[in-house]
């Protein structure tokens, strides 16, 4: 059973840092077609994916979000991370992380993984002005 448990969320002026964690139990990090990603949905939006990175380290970024954010993972604690520098108000929304076996790998994106099969509960961020 995969089960995928984000954490890091919370409150911080504009401007600030936070990194977000995603623990992954049962997801197989080390697979060739590993697939893991961010995603975030605000109030009254739809959900919008952020950032996508595949087995080899191969990582996509929603064009709001370049510059600023930066996904990692450690397979080895198969944990998936997000740097968010320089936030904005507009960057506040609930974030989840996502995760999917994707062939071929050049399909590991945002796009792509909205039909991700595996998701985690979510982890709200707050940027304040």
């Known amino acids: 059973q995969v089960q995928l448990v984000e954490s890091g969320g919370g409150s911080v002026q504009a401007g600030g840092s936070l990194r977000l964690s995603c623990a992954a139990s049962g997801f197989a990090v080390n697979s060739a077609s590993a697939c893991m990603g961010w995603f975030r949905q605000a109030p009254g939006k739809e959900r919008e994916g952020v950032a996508t990175?595949?087995?080899?380290?191969?990582?996509t970024y929603a064009d709001s979000v370049k510059g600023r954010f930066t996904t990692s993972q450690d397979n080895a604690k198969n944990t998936l991370f997000l740097q968010m520098d320089s936030l904005k108000p507009e960057d506040t929304a609930v974030y989840f992380c996502a995760a999917s076996y994707v062939l071929p790998s050049s399909w590991c994106r945002p796009a792509r993984m909205e039909n991700a099969k595996y998701w985690g509960q979510g982890t709200q961020v707050t940027v304040s002005s």
């Open positions: 990175i595949t087995r080899t380290g191969t990582t």
